[in-house]
C-alpha cells in the first residue's frame, strides 16, 4: 500500500491557500505546516475553554479534561506511560532545564560526552556543564562526511561517562542513527542516553520504548502541531533527579521539569496531532487496531513515501559536478533532510534564485554552527537545504531538480 498524498494534503489547510499556491514548501526541517485538526482544537479551545484549567466548573474541567487527553494520546502512541511525557515551551528550554538538574547531580570530573553533529541546544546546555567541573567530551564527526561512527564513540566511554547526548538523525547530514543500538553501548558503560529527535520525529513518530533512551525529545511544531517541546524522561530517571519546578510540585512527576506554567491551549491542540494522524492511518488501514500498531504502520507509509521521492533528489545532487551534498546517497539510510552547497554559488544567493521560482529552501547553519564548521563551510552563509515531509508531492521534487538544473548549468 501506497501513501495517498491527496487525502493527506486535504487534511492542510495550507495547500487551499490563495496566497501559497504555486509555492513549494522545502523548509519542513524548519517547522511544517499544521494540519487542520490542529488549527480547529486551538480555535475551539481560545473559544470555549481558555480559562484556567481544572476547576469544578463547566468549561474549567473541559480544558482540563483535554489537556490530560492530549497527553495520554501522545504518551500512548509514543508507547510511554503518561507520566514520563512533558510538555514545554521548546526543545531548547526542555534540554537547558535537563541540564540544570544534571549539574547538581553530577560531581566534579564526572564526564559527559556531546556530538558536533546536534544542533546547538542538544550541546551548548550541555557544554556550560564545564562550570560545574564536569568533563565534556567531544564525538567528533567525519570531517570529510559529517557522520558519526560509532567506533569513536566507544573511544570515547569510560568509567567516569555519566552521560551522552546526540541526535537520532542531524538536521544537516540527514543520518538516521541506529539510536537502540547506541543507547545499548551507553548503558553498557552505565551512562544516560539523551536523544534529540527533533529531525527525525516530523517522519513518524518512534516507539521510544523500542529505543531504549532515558531522555527523547522532539518539536511539536515540525510534527504538523503548536510550537511545543515534548520530553520523554524515564520514570526512574525522573525520580533521581532533583526537582526544577515549584518546591511544592517536587513529588509531583509531570511538574517537576517544567519551571513555567505550560501553554494550555497548545497542549490541547496536541489532540489535533494525534487526530490527524489517526485519521490518515485510519483511511489506509485497519481502524480498530491497536495504538502502537497504527503507530508503526503510519510510520512505515510516511518512510516509503519519502523515500520515493528523496532518491531522485540524491541522485541529481550527488551526481552534479557543482554540487557538495552532505550526507548520504541511499534514501532508505536517511530522512529526507538534504544538504549542499554549489561552487560558484553563496548558498544565500543560491536559495534566492530558488525562491524566485516559489521552492521554498532553507540556508544557513541551522544552528549546526560546529558541524558547518567541521566540514571547512562558512558558517555564515552556510547550505543550502532542501527538506519535505510526507505531504510533498513528486511534481515539487521534480520542479526542485529542474530549477537547480538549470541555475548550475
Known sequence: MQLDVDVVRRQFPAFSEPTLDGFAHFENAGGSYACGQVIERLNRFYTATKVQPYYDFAPS??????????????????????????FGPSTSQNTYVLAQALRTSLQSGDEIIVTNQDHEANVGAWRRLEDAGIVVREWTVDATT??????????LLSERTRMVAYTHCSNVIGTIHAVDEINALIHQAGAIAVVDGVSFCPHGLPDV??????????????????????????????????NQGHYFNAGKAGA????AGPDH????AVNGVMDY??????????SDAAVTEKATRLRQLIRAHECRLLQPLLDFLAGHPAIRMLGQTEAEVRAPT????????????????????QLGVGVG?????????????DPEDGVVRASFVHYTRPAEVERLIEALYELLR
Open 209 to 242: 520504548a523500542a529505543l531504549d533512551a532515558d531522555v527523547y525529545m522532539f518539536s511539536l511544531y515540525k510534527v504538523y502541531g503548536p510550537h511545543l517541546g515534548v520530553m520523554y524522561i524515564r520514570d526512574s530517571l525522573n525520580a533521581d533527579l532533583p
Open 146 to 155: 559529517g557522520e558519526l561512527h560509532v567506533t569513536n564513540l566507544r573511544s
Open 61 to 86: 474541567r473541559e480544558a482540563g479534561r483535554l489537556m490530560d487527553s492530549a497527553k495520554g494520546r501522545m504518551a500512548a502512541w509514543l508507547n510511554i506511560d503518561a507520566s514520563e511525557l512533558h
Open 277 to 286: 494522524m489517526e485519521n490518515v492511518h485510519d483511511q489506509h488501514g485497519d
Open 256 to 259: 517537576r521539569f517544567t519551571p
Open 365 to 377: 547553519n541551522f544552528y549546526a554552527y560546529r558541524l558547518v564548521q567541521a566540514l571547512g563551510i
Open 265 to 268: 491551549a497548545q497542549i490541547a
Open 338 to 357: 538534504v544538504a549542499f552547497t554549489a561552487g560558484g554559488w553563496s548558498s544565500s544567493e543560491l536559495a534566492s534564485k530558488l525562491a524566485e521560482r
